[in-house]
């Protein structure tokens, strides 16, 4: 049973959850980091993908999944605070994440999904750590915003042998590191899916995961993250991808 929260608040102090000083009930963000939160809207233009300055941003090209969200860039504090998600004691740090989450989501209007779902991570590998912290941010997530959960992918343990595949299996399986496992199928067509990691560095996992679930039937993925690495300005100098090409996917 759950401790009551003004017994929790006694016992375990809340904190900051990038510097972890300790706070007032009620807030996750100190004063001092508070301005590492990403406004995400107004200003100058903004890629229409990730809601950076279009100077920042973080996308790469060949994008399948419509937007990616993060309060934070992958940078200092934030960085080593999303290291100690992957260990037992950074743990609580999944919902007051997933608060920021949520938040990020909601100013640019992109909380209307049919379900969460997670990057996966291999299975010995996940069972080594205990957990997979993307999974548990997507739970965090979950809560949050009142939608389902699904664990809609897993890593494909190679392979897998084509001629037994069905159409989209068979795309799939060509196509990289990602599938639906059969018994997930049928959850998957026609859903707004929210797809979340810890971090998107080069963007490349969310994109072969968004695209698995795309080919596997899935209406619009939206991937969110804590943080992003900040980089990618672009060195040619190439403006992102158009919002022609992205088919205006920021807008609900
Ligand atoms: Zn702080
Ligand atoms: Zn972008």
């Given at each position: 049973m759950k401790a009551p929260r003004y017994l929790s608040a006694a016992f375990f102090p809340a904190r900051c959850c990038v510097c972890g000083r300790v706070l007032e009930p009620g807030g996750h963000l100190c004063e001092a980091c508070l301005p590492l939160r990403l406004p995400l809207t107004g200003g100058s233009a903004r890629c229409p993908v990730c809601a950076m300055p279009v100077k920042d941003c973080v996308c790469g090209d060949r994008l399948w999944f419509s937007t990616l969200t993060f309060p934070?860039?992958?940078?200092?504090a934030v960085r080593a605070a999303v290291g100690r998600m992957k260990f037992r004691h950074g743990t609580d740090l999944f919902a007051p994440f997933a608060e920021e989450m949520a938040a990020a989501l909601r100013r640019r209007g992109l909380t209307g999904a049919d379900g969460v779902c997670f990057v996966p991570m291999q299975p010995l590998r996940r069972w080594r750590r205990g957990y997979n912290q993307a999974e548990e941010l997507a739970k965090a997530l979950g809560k949050e915003l009142g939608l389902p959960v699904l664990p809609l992918l897993k890593k494909t343990g190679g392979a897998r042998v084509q001629h037994t595949l069905s159409g989209p299996e068979r795309r799939a399986n060509l196509l990289g590191s990602y599938e639906v496992p059969p018994e997930r199928e049928r959850d998957v067509p026609g859903k707004r899916l929210l797809l979340t990691d810890d971090v998107a560095t080069t963007c490349s996992t969310l994109n072969e995961a968004a695209k698995t679930l795309l080919i596997f039937g899935a209406a619009r993925v939206d991937c969110v993250c804590v943080s992003a690495r900040p980089r990618l300005i672009k060195k040619n100098g190439a403006p992102p991808r158009s919002e022609a090409a992205n088919g205006g996917a920021d807008t609900q």
């Open positions: 934070f860039l992958y940078d200092g």
